[in-house]
Nanobody, 121 residues
Framework: QVQLVESGGGLVQAGGSLRLSCAAS????????MGWFRQAPGKEREFVAA????????YGADSVKGRFTISRDNAKNTVYLQMNSLKPEDTAVYHC??????????????WGQGTQVTVSS
């Protein structure tokens, strides 16, 4: 079992940056593909980015390409989401998730509680 705890959210002006962190418990963090998702009020959960077990492959939604970067540090059991050039439409609760299977697209087995990101115009 993996427990995930996100941090780093907050209120930022449009054009600003934030870095989200997701700390994982357990000693098998490197065996999971990791992803970031977000959910805005009244909308369905949306894929943001994913990273392979070793960090060698990354995937991102078209809406965030060129602005958001996912990375991981397996020695620290942590996955990050660097968010630059933030827009009001990026406002959402951001969740990290862990997938034990081989596909970065999921299914994702474990989820964090989320961290709120609010971008003001």
């Amino acid at each position: 079992q993996v427990q995930l705890v996100e941090s780093g959210g907050g209120l930022v002006q449009a054009g600003g940056s934030l870095r989200l962190s997701c700390a994982a418990s357990g000693r098998t963090f490197s065996s999971y593909n990791m992803g970031w998702f977000r959910q805005a009020p009244g909308k369905e959960r949306e894929f943001v980015a994913a990273i392979s077990r070793s960090g060698g492959k990354i995937y991102g939604a078209d809406s965030v390409k060129g602005r958001f970067t996912i990375s991981r540090d397996n020695a620290k059991n942590t996955v990050y989401l660097q968010m630059n050039s933030l827009k009001p439409e990026d406002t959402a609760v951001y969740h990290c998730a862990a997938a034990s299977g081989d596909r970065w697209s999921g299914p994702y087995d474990y989820w964090g509680q989320g961290t709120q990101v609010t971008v003001s115009s």
